[in-house]
């Protein structure tokens, strides 16, 4: 069974930085496309940013384009979410997930996905 970690989730102030790290023991991710989504209670879940592996694209929600990065380190088997100038509406429960088949118009829709971690915990607060 194809088990997600998520790591790297913290209390931050608004402006600063966090790096998300999605690792997959066991399972190389170097198949497939990793978003990473957040989700609140009594929020809808969202897309926030896709590494689509079929040409290295990348996807992002509008409102963190600017601010985060993923990236993708093949020989750790790592992906990364590198985000700055955090604000408080970012306070969420990050997780990461695993598509093998993925079109690229849907890369920020959670359906698509197959595999999950349990997420990590980002709070953005003064």
């Known amino acids: 069974q194809v088990q997600l970690v998520e790591s790297g989730g913290d209390l931050v102030q608004p402006g600063g930085s966090l790096r998300l790290s999605c690792a997959a023991p066991?399972?190389?991710?170097?198949?497939?496309?990793i978003g990473w989504f957040r989700h609140a209670p009594g929020k809808e879940r969202e897309g926030v940013s896709c590494f689509y592996r079929k040409d290295v694209s990348t996807y992002y929600l509008d409102s963190v384009k600017g601010r985060f990065t993923i990236s993708n380190d093949n020989a750790k088997n790592i992906v990364y979410l590198q985000m700055n100038s955090l604000k408080t509406d970012d306070k969420d429960d990050y997780y990461c997930?695993?598509?093998?088949?993925?079109?690229?118009?849907?890369?920020?829709?959670?359906?698509?996905?197959?595999?999950w971690g349990q997420g990590t915990q980002v709070t953005v607060s003064s």
């Open positions: 066991g399972f190389t991710l170097n198949y497939c496309s």
């Open positions: 997930a695993a598509a093998r088949i993925l079109q690229p118009i849907r890369a920020l829709i959670g359906k698509e996905y197959e595999y």
